[in-house]
């Protein structure tokens, strides 16, 4: 790694995204500053009391909503969850099964199986290629 790497800094925005924690729901000084390469692996590797508890409790960004409820973020936004969600929230939406939520995952069930479907016919046709050669 160059040292030029190594000293690379991003903003908070870009910090709080490769943490998977909501932006606004950071320490000011987090937010204030600049965070480098080093500072994030260290945050990684070691996360101090404030980014733990955002992890576990929320709030939480809408990607790892997304994630925690098995649907896209698109289906967030169909479902009208737009502002990010506490664990808690998430654990309620689970438990209430609303409608949305229901056909979201489904959506999304069924979004895997045909990227995997289409997965397996490039590799089958890349076989057949590699077999002709």
């Known amino acids: 790694m160059s040292s030029q790497q190594s000293t690379q800094s991003m903003k908070p925005a870009t910090a709080a995204k490769k943490l998977g924690v909501y932006l606004p729901a950071t320490p000011a000084s987090f937010q204030e500053g600049v965070v480098t390469r080093a500072e994030l692996n260290e945050l990684q590797a070691n996360p101090p009391e404030w980014l733990s508890e955002l992890r576990r409790n929320g709030p939480h960004p809408r990607p790892v909503v997304a994630a925690k409820l098995g649907v896209s973020i698109a289906g967030l936004a169909r479902g009208g969850v ?40 490039k590799k089958e046709k890349e076989q057949r290629a590699a077999e002709r050669d």
């Open 82 to 121: 737009t502002e990010p969600l506490t664990t808690e929230q998430i654990e309620a939406l689970k438990q209430e099964q609303p409608e949305w939520l229901e056909k979201e995952r489904a959506t999304q069930v069924e979004v895997r199986k045909e990227a995997a479907r289409v997965k397996q016919v």
